[in-house]
């Protein structure tokens, strides 16, 4: 499919709505060695990104947007405007990169050439090169991004996250009777979503309109701040089969105590309310992971930012993450897209337009977990160390955290508007202390468990 969905289209409206917006998402490979020289690498990547038609297309819109944007190729692509070499200032620091990073990110995707860009970073301490790729949303969602970095590596798409599904066995011949019985339980299934969906849209609509206590939101400058954690996925692990919870779970109580602690500096007080998060919902299924747009609905959870204890905020987390999945806010999300793209794109065209630009409150952060590729990655041979996601701010969203698993770790990028945050290191480092935190409380547990109860010997 050639043309934009309303939902690619979204991101392109929301970037018009607000000249100091950039609604491109990232992906930060950290590599071992030295970087190879420009010409090979530009040859290597010419081949590789073959198998994806979206890197050599622009976009072309329709007057007074009568019809969906569609991708077309470009007569003039030059795969050397879009594979930049820079280099970094001494020490050469993760600090450095990240500044980078933040400056890159900062800035628009030209329209008039495909909507991407490769950076290739040289000059990092530790003999280490780092490569940026940077996509425009309206092109890619996060797990699809993910998939077109496991592309450009040497293993291609072996190494990545992405499982296909065998062929499904053939169903044995129904009976009348369990026919009946199957229409049945379709009909109630289908009145059931219809309910969840409806609660969902209603607890989305309130949430929207009523404003959060938080000052992290707010008008966007034209500069961001970047930061990046890591934790060891053995160590959520253990927090996960400790307490019971998923590794999402520990991700977003990590995040929860970060920002709680971000706002206790700030001076403010941390309410119920003060962490109102867009968490994306993947839809995408698994014979999709090779197409290159946008399939995620969306669940709006209040994160416990008021509570102080790690173990309760943990369990509160779990809690509100199952009431929102039960509620129906993600079959609300896919009901909204579902009926957008069946309306005529002029009138959504004009509505998401009317949307991006009032003035959005009932937000104050998005996070979204992006699974990764599961074994090591290679670049011409290079052993790729980490990836680091990137998230795209817009629409009064002032900080964004995005997580993504790379082989034996999760990695978590953090982008803040420059002046939401005087740090967003600092946010970063919160994270891993966080997890660190949830790490010792399950130890002592399992230590308590392991030693029973005291016993006198005589």
Not at 342 to 365: E, K, N, S, Y
Request: hydrophobic fraction near 45%; include cysteine; charge should be positive.
């Amino acid at each position: 499919m050639n043309h934009l969905t309303t939902l690619d289209a979204g991101f392109l409206k929301a970037e018009d709505a607000d000249q100091r917006v950039s609604l491109a998402i990232g992906g930060l490979a950290v590599i071992d060695g030295r970087a190879p020289d420009q010409e090979s690498l530009v040859s290597t990547f010419a081949q590789r990104i073959r198998g994806c038609p979206r890197f050599g297309q622009r976009l072309r819109l329709r007057p007074f947007d009568l019809g969906a944007p569609e991708w077309v190729d470009d007569p003039d692509f030059d795969i050397d405007r879009h594979v930049r070499r820079v280099a970094l200032p001494q020490p050469g620091d993760d600090r450095e990169l990240y500044r980078l990073i933040a400056d890159v990110m900062a800035r628009r995707l030209d329209r008039d050439l495909p909507l991407w860009e490769i950076w290739v970073i040289e000059g990092l301490s530790d003999d280490r090169w780092a490569m940026l790729i940077k996509l425009h949303h309206c092109m890619a969602d996060g797990i699809a991004a993910s998939h077109i970095l496991a592309g450009l590596c040497d293993d291609g798409l072996r190494g990545s996250s992405t499982h296909h599904r065998g062929a499904t066995p053939p169903a044995p011949a129904a009976s009348q009777v369990s026919l009946l019985g199957g229409l049945w339980n379709a009909s109630t299934a289908v009145v059931a979503s219809a309910a969840r969906a409806a609660q969902g849209a209603a607890e989305i609509a309130i949430g929207l309109m009523r404003p959060p206590t938080s000052p992290l939101n707010g008008p966007l400058g034209g500069q961001r701040r970047y930061g990046g954690a890591r934790v060891t996925l053995a160590d959520i692990d253990q927090v996960c089969q400790t307490f019971g919870v998923t590794v999402n779970d520990v991700a977003l109580s990590a995040i929860t105590e970060s920002y709680r602690n971000a706002l206790i500096k700030r001076g403010a007080r941390p309410a119920p309310d003060s962490l109102r998060t867009l968490v994306p919902v993947s839809t995408r299924s698994a014979d999709a992971f090779a197409e290159s747009d946008n399939r995620v609905s969306l669940m709006l959870p209040y994160l416990p930012v008021d509570e102080e204890n790690p173990v309760q905020r943990l369990r509160s987390v779990h809690e509100r993450l199952d009431r929102a999945k039960s509620g129906g806010q993600r079959e609300a999300g896919n009901a909204f897209v579902a009926l957008a793209n069946r309306v005529p794109f002029a009138f959504t065209a004009w509505a998401l337009g009317l949307l991006a630009r009032l003035p959005q409150r009932g937000i104050v952060t998005v996070a979204t977990n992006v699974p990764g590729p599961r074994r090591p990655l290679r670049v011409m041979g290079r052993r790729v160390l980490g990836v680091y996601p990137v998230p795209p701010l817009a629409m009064h969203l002032r900080t964004g955290v995005a997580m993504l698993s790379y082989a034996d770790d999760l990695f978590f990028g953090i982008l803040t508007d420059y002046d939401a945050l005087t740090d967003a290191d600092e946010l970063a480092r919160g994270i891993e202390i966080a997890v660190a935190r949830l790490v010792a409380v399950s130890k002592r547990r399992k230590a308590s468990r392991t030693r029973g109860p005291l016993t006198l010997v005589v």
